[in-house]
């Protein structure tokens, strides 16, 4: 079983969809949760991070830990054409800063 | 702020020849890592420093060597390229372990090599 599993893709949605992204992990020594977003030919950049169980919200996006079942996931709402990118989730134990990413999805918002 | 630089942005190789990837941080960050991308993989974590003069394996270091004389420097030697080398390469650097600022990555080298 891999470390983190992320659900393939891609996926396409309407403008303003909900959309929900989720990421599953074996390793419980994870503790801090991270998604990023990639634009096309673009680095990743932090999106959200977490490091407890529940949900923590900025704007339109809610980051969802849930380490009791090993899952984390990425909600959007009213999602937009700009919100079209991969996404990729990581998680880090905090003994030496290494990240293990997800494989990535790639969203598509279509007007 | 500059943040992470890497240089070149794209780069053809033969096979069998030598190259390095620059990496450059102006933000005093003591951790560096270097990841190669391919379609549909993920990231995969090929080495890392935790600061100047300590650096590890990752995940897919070999046929890769990096070095770490300066906080602000973290290259990546690729010597004797091979086809399964053709990837695009991202340097991160990141204030330390557990702090909820994450990486701040470079616009990332697109190799290949023919």
């Known amino acids: 079983q891999k470390e983190v599993e992320q659900d393939p893709g891609p996926l396409s949605v309407p403008e303003g969809a909900i959309v929900s992204l989720n990421c599953t992990y074996s390793?419980?020594?994870?503790?801090?949760f991270m998604w990023y977003r990639q634009y096309s030919r673009k680095g990743p950049e932090l999106l959200m991070y977490?490091?407890?169980?529940g949900n923590k919200e900025d704007g339109r996006f809610t980051a969802q830990v849930d380490k009791s079942s090993k899952y984390i996931s990425l909600f959007i709402r009213d999602s937009q054409p700009s919100d079209s990118a991969t996404y990729l989730c990581?998680?880090?134990?905090?003994?030496?800063?290494?990240?293990?990413f997800g494989k990535g999805i790639t969203l598509s918002v279509r007007p | 702020n500059a943040g992470v630089t890497q240089t070149p942005k794209f780069r053809i190789l033969k096979i069998g020849q030598s190259m390095t990837l620059q990496c450059a941080q102006d933000?005093?960050?003591?951790?560096m890592y270097w990841y190669r991308q391919d379609p549909g993989m993920g990231l995969k974590l090929i080495y890392y420093?935790?600061?100047?003069?300590?650096?590890d394996k990752g995940e897919v270091p070999n046929g890769y060597n990096v070095s770490r004389s300066t906080t602000e420097d973290f290259p990546l030697r690729l010597e004797l390229a091979a086809p399964s080398q053709t990837s695009v390469y991202f340097c991160?650097?990141?204030?330390?372990?557990?702090?909820?600022?994450?990486?701040?990555f470079g616009s990332g080298t697109r190799l290949t090599v023919v």
């Open positions: 420093s935790v600061g100047a003069g300590i650096t």
């Open positions: 991160a650097s990141s204030k330390g372990a557990g702090n909820n600022y994450g990486y701040t």
């Open positions: 390793n419980s020594a994870f503790q801090y």
């Open positions: 933000m005093n960050h003591n951790y």
């Open positions: 977490t490091y407890s169980s």
């Open positions: 990581a998680m880090e134990s905090g003994a030496n800063s290494k990240l293990t």
